[in-house]
């Protein structure tokens, strides 16, 4: 074969070998990384400069008429002297590329951070196999890390979502699309939780899907609260407290009977066999009798706990109306505690004059009966407008509470003291509590062991309430 035909073959040979992008010595030529492109400075340096230099030093040195060995040194200092500027050059624009990159992948670096601490991030391939699973994914569907890759991510489902739903999900994934939507999966231990959900398709060249990133927020509290506050949830509420309270006035009225037989009967019992039981049998039926009534007391206490708010028609009550009717009912009481008043104006407002005559009464009386053994009570009932709300405050300088209790005094028979100590059924509060939480207001109690209390609850202010300033102070208050 001639000569010029073998170049052909060859450089034919070269230029298919070039065209093939994917694969050999193109590949390592065309390629994306670092190495390839250092490999597309040299190949200049190294094919185009020694031919190119060699031709120009040749020509030079004929011209001239030069000595070969001056050729050889001129040729040789070129090329050191421009290899070495064209390799500066190269490593100055390769470090600027790197620095580039660098500066990107940190970058990179902060957002992956952030979306991990963010989010609930997974991804999954085509068909939904879960290839990565981020700390907060692990932690909140309780499986661990290892038992999710390569799960298929409807281990998750909860069976809340229709077939339709999931369907609707991978269709519009599958086209290219980012789904977003509220999801409620199914953790490892069974609970249920929802997330606020984007899915984010990844295609490759052909325009077709090959993994899906999943983003995802934790909802679960915000999806409770909605709930909560739902008409459905609102009603079922409604209805569940009704049964209650019929349960417990049923309870309690048909309960009255069989106790009202035992009081009559162990009366009977007293008058007729007196003196003839002997004192073990006499004491027995002085226990039993007042067994009887505490029981009957426990009972009228929950009957009325149950009748609260059955008819509750609303009028302008005037409050300080309201406190000198409970002072004038518990006068004995005062006079004998020694007890102090300090009244403020109270408002003429929206309610029910029962329920709030039961209020008060519940609260004073309380002031009274936990009164410090060494000094007579002192009592203070205030009012003032906060926002929306009047503010009402019974305080007293009392045994005090501690918090720890200062809830649990509010549900029905807790108590913290015993009968002999304290007279009392543990209803009290929780009447007062009903009442409130009826007129759409809150109670509590602020205080500390020894310190006194101060009993507070707020009821929305209606139009129409005023402030009551001329009020007719009760004898007590002096
Ligand atoms: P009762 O007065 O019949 O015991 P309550 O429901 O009115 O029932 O009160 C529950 C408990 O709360 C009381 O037993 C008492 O321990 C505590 N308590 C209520 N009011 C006061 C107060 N002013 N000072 C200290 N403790 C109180």
Not at 233 to 239: D, M, P, T
Request: hydrophobic share 40%; glycine share 8%.
């Amino acid at each position: 074969m001639a000569i010029h035909t073998s170049i052909l073959f060859a450089l034919l040979a070269l230029a298919l070998g070039l065209a093939q992008v994917e694969e050999g010595v193109a590949a390592l030529l065309w390629g994306g990384h670092i190495g390839n492109r250092v490999l597309r400075y040299l190949v200049p340096l190294l094919f185009l400069a020694p031919v190119v230099l060699g031709k120009v030093v040749l020509t030079f040195m004929r011209s001239r008429d030069l000595h070969p060995e001056f050729g050889v040194a001129i040729y040789t200092m070129a090329f050191i002297i421009g290899g070495a500027v064209y390799v500066l050059v190269m490593v100055f624009h390769l470090n600027r590329i790197d620095m580039e990159k660098q500066a990107y992948m940190t970058e990179l670096g902060y957002f992956k951070t952030a979306l991990d601490k963010a989010a609930i991030v997974a991804i999954t391939d085509v068909n939904g196999k879960i290839t990565f699973a981020n700390r907060n994914f692990v932690e909140i569907s309780g499986y661990s890390r290892n038992e999710l890759i390569g799960q298929n991510h409807r281990i998750l489902k909860s069976g809340l979502h229709p077939p339709e739903f999931y369907r609707n999900i991978w269709r519009t994934i599958a086209r290219g699309n980012v789904w977003h939507g509220e999801i409620c999966n199914r953790a490892k231990n069974g609970s249920l939780y929802w997330v606020a959900t984007s899915l984010v398709p990844f295609m490759n060249e052909e325009g077709k899907p090959y993994q899906y990133l999943a983003i995802r927020q934790d909802i679960t509290a915000r999806k409770a609260a909605e709930y909560l506050l739902s008409p459905q949830y609102v009603r079922k509420l409604e209805q569940k407290n009704r049964d209650l309270e019929q349960f417990a006035y049923v309870a309690s009225h048909d309960l009255q009977e069989p106790l009202r037989t035992i009081q009559a009967y162990s009366e009977v019992l007293g008058r007729e066999y007196a003196g003839k039981m002997g004192d073990f049998g006499e004491k027995g039926l002085e226990f039993l009798a007042e067994a009887a009534t505490r029981m009957s007391k426990l009972v009228q206490g929950l009957l009325d706990y149950s009748r609260l708010g059955r008819e509750n028609p609303k009028e302008m009550v005037d409050c300080n109306h309201v406190i000198s009717e409970v002072l004038e009912d518990l006068e004995r009481t005062i006079a004998d505690s020694g007890a102090t008043f300090s009244l403020h104006p109270l408002p003429v407002a929206r309610g029910n004059s029962v329920e709030l005559r039961v209020l008060f009464q519940n609260l004073i009386s309380n002031a009274l009966k936990f009164r410090d053994p060494d000094s007579p009570p002192v009592i203070e009932i205030d009012c003032r407008e906060e926002g929306e709300d009047w503010y009402f405050t019974v305080t007293d300088n009392g045994i005090g509470i501690a918090p720890e209790h200062q809830e649990r005094i509010f549900v029905i028979f807790q108590r913290l003291h015993n009968r002999q100590k304290y007279a009392g059924t543990g209803i009290g509060l929780a009447h007062c509590k009903k009442i409130v939480s009826m007129m759409g207001g809150e109670i509590g109690v602020k205080s500390e062991l020894n310190q006194g209390s101060t009993f507070f609850f707020s009821i929305p202010k209606e139009p129409g309430d005023v402030y009551e300033q001329e009020i007719e102070l009760h004898p007590a208050d002096r």
